[in-house]
C-alpha cells in the first residue's frame, strides 16, 4: 500500500532542543493528522488540520498543513524528556476514507 | 475517559497455531482497524470495519482473517501462526464523522516461536 515519505527516521537531541520534522506525498490530501506512540503504548492524536496553510498549535507543539496539500511539517519547541516516542504523520483523502500513514520519527534526547 | 482494550499485552505462540487477537472498544464507534507496526516500517493496515458484520482488506490482509459480530468487538484471527507474523498489532476505532481520528488500544505483542 502507499505510505508516506517521512523524515527524519530518528533525532538524537539534546534536553530544550527545538525539533522539526516532515512528511511529504504524491498525493494530494484532505486532512493531515500527527500522532505521537510512547513506548509500550499505541499513538494518540496530536494534531489534526483541514485546510491547505492551516497552522495549528498544542502546547510546544505547532503543526502545518502545506499549501500543495502534498505535505505537513510538525515543530516541537523546547524539548522534555516526556517527548520521547515516535511520531508519526497521516493523509487523509476524505473524512471517513482510510489514513496513509508515514514510517514515523523516532525521538531520543540525549542524556 | 475513552478506551480501547486489546485482550493481551504479550502473546507467546508456537507456528501452526490458531490465535486470536480481541479488541473492544466504548465509544460506540462504528470504525475499528486492525494494524501491525513493525520496525521502520510504521503502521500497515491489515483489515477494517465500518460496521457490525462488514469487512474490509487492508494493505496486508494475507494470513489474517476478521470478526465483527457486535458493534464494540473486532478480533483478528491469525489462522496458521508463522514466525513472519511475530509483530505489535494494534488496534483501533473511530467515528465516521471523523474518521481520521483514530483511538488505539496498548497494542499486543506476538511472538510466533
Redesign the interface.
Known amino acids: 500500500g502507499q505510505q508516506l515519505n517521512q523524515s527524519p527516521q530518528s533525532m538524537f537531541i539534546q534536553e530544550g532542543e527545538d525539533v522539526s520534522m516532515n512528511c511529504t506525498s504524491s498525493s494530494i490530501f484532505n486532512t493531515w493528522l500527527w500522532y505521537k506512540q510512547d513506548p509500550g503504548e499505541g499513538p494518540v492524536l496530536l494534531i489534526a488540520l483541514y485546510k491547505a496553510g492551516e497552522l495549528t498549535s498544542n502546547g510546544r507543539l505547532t503543526a502545518q498543513f502545506g499549501i500543495t496539500r502534498k505535505d505537513s511539517f510538525l515543530n516541537i519547541s523546547a524539548s522534555i524528556p516526556s517527548d520521547v516516542g515516535i511520531y508519526f504523520c497521516a493523509g487523509q483523502l476524505s473524512s471517513n476514507y482510510q489514513l496513509i500513514w508515514g514510517a514515523g520519527t523516532k525521538l531520543i534526547i540525549k542524556p | 475517559d475513552v478506551k480501547?482494550t486489546q485482550s493481551s499485552r504479550y502473546l507467546v505462540k508456537r507456528t501452526g497455531e490458531k490465535v486470536f487477537l480481541e479488541c473492544v472498544q466504548d465509544m460506540d464507534h462504528e470504525?475499528m482497524?486492525w494494524y501491525r507496526q513493525d520496525p521502520?516500517?510504521?503502521?500497515?493496515?491489515i483489515y477494517?470495519s465500518?460496521d457490525v458484520k462488514m469487512k474490509e482488506k487492508?494493505?496486508?490482509p494475507e494470513g489474517y482473517s476478521v470478526s465483527r459480530e457486535k458493534k464494540e468487538r473486532f478480533s483478528l484471527i491469525l489462522e496458521s501462526a508463522s514466525t513472519n507474523q511475530t509483530s505489535m498489532y494494534?488496534c483501533?476505532s473511530s467515528s465516521?464523522?471523523?474518521?481520521?481520528?483514530?483511538?488505539?488500544?496498548?497494542?499486543t505483542q506476538l511472538s510466533v516461536l
Open positions: 480501547v470504525n482497524f521502520g516500517l510504521g503502521l500497515r493496515l477494517f465500518y487492508g494493505d496486508i494494534l483501533a465516521p464523522e471523523e474518521g481520521g481520528k483514530l483511538f488505539f488500544g496498548s497494542g
